[in-house]
């Protein structure tokens, strides 16, 4: 059984200076680091957009949009807590400005209010604090166990406008819980200026002034910088700060976001929580210390791996977002967690999809011919989802390279469908093989608009969440390398988002050429969900995206074996060898 104390402990996240400082890691790190005693942990990111949620956002505005069981569209941090902490989140554990302003709204158009004036205190900051704390005590493991901790990610930089009503929510928030039951991390920026590289304080003690004068005060200072504190520096932070010496930590660059729970922990930032929050009040079962203790050497043998120097397999990611590779954040960390789970490093190379197309070689040849060279240099090729026109002949192209040459492949989402527009056009002979997203009227569509989807409104309207997906009875399927690498598994539980599909009319078609939909909906059957080619090192294409349910001790089954393929290792893996070398057993959670 978990924690006998029904008041669930709160740690909130805040940040100061600038933006983007890494409150999402720390606040992850921090849950992790709970969990290695025994505790149960959950989690709330707070954005301060006046967006619903994140599905309409651009992932060059805000980078990738996480995709949950329930099909909430969340922020990108939430993939860091079910990736770092193991837990199913909802689309409760991201709270907007939009969510709550609506249902306040909401409220006041049934007269829920009597005929009260409706004004941001208390009405909105109450609406905040019920919301966390509701979401705070909501089970997120498969035991059931309600939270002993919940992370709140507040996100911004105090001092938005956006952000006041959420900092004076958790200044009320704190008396309401009680002063043992709610801790304040503040992460702040140390910058490294000048030419003997001096480290300044004085951002983080104006930060710390300003969240002071809104009412809150820091219980730890986590300071990001470039390199460790310098003599003096945890000792000046403390005295202008007003907090002790020992909740001040130098979160400085390291190896790895891996190491950063280590390094949070090294500086003894479980003693810090134990003593501001009385952890140790909390009961906890022998099995679920010995659980954490599991979980901790686990974490800390996968952190070693990822500062070894280990054996490089190169990735071409060939994407339309590529120069800002958050908006592919899970992609990344699913091919990290499948190449230290094999004892490999994966390096990455970012291939902007419309470089590879005959238009950018007249137009900008050096970008054409420098594209072309990374495809020929990598030992896999994976084409990610994407929206919009840009780039798609560029992706039917390296679906086309890593065809005729053998390069292992993993296509998820329009992967899949520029898979099947290059087999058709190529294989199959149907020249003018197109999307319907991309031509609307065109003479061929083997990728069509689903007919459920709502087509005027564009957020949550795509098929989204977890969906079963039933791998076939065909002699092929029922040997395929993708179904063994799920574990011979009869049907999988996926995450979707998507408004076009493969179109059934042509499957046929497509399949008597070799080209393989071994997995379709478990619903209906006429909904292709993993493609895969016959007499190919490893082709294979998704219409979900496994990446959003990768685990750094427990990689996507895809990525695992695009990895494998491209260190040539699949084969052997298949028969059942240990291609870990020099540990004793594949790493799981």
Known sequence: MGSTAKQTKYIVVSGGVISG???????????????????????????????????????????????LDDGGEVDLDLGNYERYLNVTLTRDNNITTGKIYREVIDKERRGDYLGKTVQVVPHITN???????????????????IPDVCIVELGGTVGDIESAPFIEAMRQFQFRVGHD??????????????????????????SVRDLRGLGLSPDILACRSAIPFAD???????????????????????????????????????????????????????????????????????????????????????????????SYISVVKALEHAALNI?????????????LEEASKNKDPLKYHEAWQQMCAADGILVPGGFGERGVEGKVLAAKW?????????????????????????????????????????????????????????????RLGSRPTKFQESEFARSSKIKKLYAGADEVHERHRHRYEVNPERVKELEAKGL?????????????????????????????????????????????GLLLAASGQLDAYLAGDDVTHDVDTKLKM
Not at 291 to 300: H, M, S, T
Not at 415 to 423: K, M, S
């Open 181 to 206: 039951n709610f801790c304040l991390i503040h992460v702040s920026l140390v910058p490294v200026v000048g030419a003997v590289g001096e480290q300044k304080t004085k951002p983080t003690q104006a």
């Open 232 to 326: 003096g520096i945890r000792e000046k932070l403390s005295m202008f700060c007003q907090v002790s010496p020992k909740q001040v930590f130098s979160v400085h660059d390291c190896e790895s976001l891996y190491h950063v729970p280590i390094l949070l922990q090294q500086q003894g930032i479980i003693d810090v929580l134990n003593e501001r929050l009385k952890l140790k009040d909390l009961t906890i079962s022998a099995e679920m210390r010995a659980e954490g203790d599991r979980l901790w050497a686990q974490w800390r043998e996968f952190a070693r791996r990822r500062a070894r120097d280990l054996d490089e397999v190169t990735i071409a990611i060939v994407g339309k977002y590529t120069y800002l590779t958050d």
């Open 127 to 145: 609406a905040i604090q019920d919301w966390v704390e509701r979401v705070g005590s909501m089970p997120t493991s498969e035991d059931g166990r």
């Open 402 to 462: 890593a065809r005729e040459h053998n390069i292992p492949y993993l296509g998820i989402c329009l992967g899949l469908q520029v898979a099947v527009i290059e087999f058709a056009r190529n294989v199959c002979g149907i020249a003018n093989a197109h999307s319907t997203e991309f031509r609307e009227n065109c003479d061929e569509p083997v990728v069509i608009f689903m007919p459920e989807i709502d087509r005027t409104t564009m957020g949550g309207t795509m």
């Open 516 to 560: 393989h939909f071994v997995g379709r909906d478990a619903e209906t059957g006429e909904r292709m969900e993993i493609l895969e080619l016959a007499n190919h090192p490893y082709y294979v294409a998704a219409q979900y995206h496994p990446e959003y349910l990768t685990r750094p001790l427990n990689p996507s089954p895809p990525f695992l």
């Open 343 to 355: 004892n490999r490093k994966v390096k990455l190379s970012w291939v902007e999809a419309s470089d």
């Open 21 to 67: 400082i890494g409150k999402g890691i720390i606040a992850s790190s921090t849950g992790l680091l709970l969990k290695t005693l025994g505790l149960t942990v959950t989690s709330i990111k707070i954005d301060p957009y006046l967006n619903i949620d994140a599905g309409t956002l651009s992932p060059l505005d805000h980078g990738e949009v996480f995709v």
